[in-house]
């Protein structure tokens, strides 16, 4: 049995003892909802950095027809990168800073625009590349993760998901993009996830909304088996299992899900494509967030009753 500090620290504040089935207090005040979606803070940092770049070229003194003469742009595609409608290579951004004699500041432009192409993955390019190698990609950030906060509206956590329901959702991806892949290969890839979970190493808090556990994949056999593994995980010592249920009196609304990764890196999968960032203040957003939605969550024996009552309902639907 876990100590209580654990479940205190991964909840986000003391609860009481693991199987208490208490609740984090309700937080009155909602919060607002945020101005843009994930891809459109991408766009608006794509703006901001040719924004920047049109900063360098106001300092040399040069419009854009004297910057096209001594870079060899043309004066459109200067225009389309300051006004953040062109991605620039970073080529064309050595070239920029050469032109208006800022050179000192390549490094650092060519750091932050790295940075921004890292913000969106297209699920297309990233499924091209191979379910398998995008695993791969990744075990690094979980070796050296310890602490991983995880929000899931719509699906199973990925740290918790079963080989079958791991298999539903790749197959149901690849047949939406249109792609084909090696099932086999990225399932195994996928299951490193719950070799993280199981090893001990890092600790994991998560908070899923029980739509997620009546969202049928795989057939009943395999959601049986994956309700199983949920509440064996539960009573791990590195995992705290929060949530919330159908009809919760709601201080925020359900959103992306997304995972935290220590305190510097957060991932959000969408239906196009995959979010992340490094920026301080938008970690801290998600925190908060993060917050939030833990206090809208039950954890325990009511978190079982939970699971226990999607089990009930797949069992007794004749949709199988």
């Not at 040399?60 to 027809?65: D, E, K, Q, S, V």
């Not at 940075?115 to 993955?121: A, N």
């Not at 001990?200 to 998560?206: D, N, P, R």
């Not at 206090?295 to 978190?303: F, K, T, W």
Request: glycine letters at 8%.
């Amino acid at each position: 049995m876990p100590r209580p500090r654990y479940r205190e620290v991964l909840r986000g504040r003391v609860l009481g003892p693991v199987g208490a089935g208490r609740s984090a207090p309700r937080l009155p005040a909602p919060l607002t909802a945020p101005a843009l979606s994930q891809r459109d803070q991408v766009e608006a940092v794509r703006k901001a950095f040719g924004q920047r770049l049109r900063g360098l070229r106001l300092d040399a003194r040069l419009n854009g027809r004297q910057l096209s003469a001594r870079s060899g742009m043309h004066t459109s595609k200067i225009s389309r990168i300051e006004l953040g409608r062109q991605n620039p290579t970073e080529e064309d951004i050595r070239v920029w800073c050469r032109a208006c004699r800022a050179e000192d500041q390549i490094p650092e432009l060519i750091a932050a625009h790295r940075q921004i192409d890292e913000m969106w993955e297209d699920h297309r390019q990233a499924l091209r590349a191979g379910l398998a190698q995008q695993s791969e990609r990744v075990k690094p950030l979980y070796e050296q993760t310890r602490l991983i906060r995880a929000y899931e509206p719509q699906t199973v956590p990925g740290f918790l998901q079963r080989p079958g329901y791991t298999r539903a959702v790749i197959e149901d991806v690849t047949r939406f993009h249109g792609l084909a892949t090696d099932i086999d290969e990225a399932v195994e890839g996928r299951l490193n996830r719950l070799r993280v979970l199981e090893s001990g190493t890092c600790m994991f808090s998560f908070v899923i909304e029980a739509g997620a556990l009546y969202a049928q994949r795989g057939g009943l056999a395999v959601m049986l088996d994956q309700f199983d593994y949920i509440e064996r995980a539960a009573d791990f010592a590195n995992v705290a299992l929060g949530i919330i249920p159908l009809g919760r009196l709601r201080t925020i609304w359900p959103g992306e899900g997304f995972y935290i990764y220590d305190q510097s890196l957060v991932r959000s999968e969408h239906w196009t494509g995959g979010y992340r960032t490094k920026r301080p203040s938008e970690i801290e957003t998600y925190l908060r967030i993060f917050k939030l939605l833990q206090s809208l969550a039950v954890y325990g024996d009511s978190a079982r009753a939970e699971i226990d009552a999607a089990r009930r309902l797949l069992q007794s639907r004749e949709i199988f």
